[in-house]
């Protein structure tokens, strides 16, 4: 089945520095989806991406679309304490009753 | 006024028990979701109903059976729970559109976390 890893896996940064994470795909997505999941509570949605080559931001993210659509990036700038928490990137295939499969996530730390 | 709620939000059983996890969504989506975390926060999917109908159905052993009264509710029951049953099991919705095109990401209720002992 498809598998979605994602690095790194974990990462202490100080805070106000910016930080990089990606996600790779053994096959290729249509869509792909940044989440945050907070302690105790369920991943929200920060950024979705439906176009090979895109670039989107929300507030201080920003995320890319692999143009091989077998990735994806997302930037965070000038990290704040509440940044803190697990993301994951997550890919779909074409349609609507595909399945969204989620990557490994990375546990982000940030040093006050 | 929670979007995706889920009960109970901890449920601590014993071994051989069989339980219940309810799932209710507000937001008017005609898409719902289980899906399981496990220990290391791998998100894994479960079960999928669109408009009360099941869609997606991964291998999971059939002491779980997902019930879909309406297209606002998801409940899941187990059966005979075993110790690696424990896991944080989170209910989700969305609204699909038509194949292709743009839809919306998932909405995640808080997670119900199971333990079994």
């Known amino acids: 089945g498809q598998q979605l890893n994602q690095s790194p896996q974990s990462m202490f940064i100080q805070e106000g520095e910016d930080v990089s994470m990606n996600c790779t795909s053994s096959?290729?997505?249509?869509?792909w989806l940044w989440y945050k999941q907070d302690p105790g509570e369920g991943p929200v949605l920060l950024i979705a991406?439906?176009?090979?080559?895109e670039l989107t931001s929300n507030g201080r993210l920003t995320a890319q679309f692999g143009i091989t659509r077998k990735d994806s990036f997302l930037n965070i700038s000038a990290s704040i304490p509440s940044d803190v928490g697990i993301y994951f990137c997550a890919g779909q295939l074409a349609g609507g009753y595909q399945k969204v499969t989620f990557g490994t996530g990375t546990k982000l730390q940030v040093i006050p | 006024d929670t979007a995706v709620s889920q009960t109970p939000k901890y449920l601590v059983t014993q071994m051989g028990n069989d339980k219940s996890i309810k799932c209710e969504q507000n937001?008017?989506?005609?898409?719902m979701y289980w899906y399981k975390q496990d220990s290391k926060k791998f998100l894994k999917i479960m079960f999928s109903?669109?408009?009360?109908?099941?869609?997606i159905n991964e291998t999971v052993p059939n002491r779980f059976s997902p019930k879909s009264p309406d297209k606002a509710h998801l409940n899941l029951h187990i059966n005979s729970l075993e110790l690696g049953d424990s896991a944080v099991y989170f209910c989700a919705s969305r609204r699909t559109g038509s194949t292709g095109g743009l839809w919306g990401g998932y909405t995640f209720g808080s997670g119900t976390r199971l333990t079994v002992v």
């Open positions: 109903y669109n408009n009360k109908e099941l869609i």
């Open positions: 937001l008017g989506h005609d898409t």
């Open positions: 991406l439906y176009k090979a080559g």
């Open positions: 096959s290729i997505f249509n869509t």
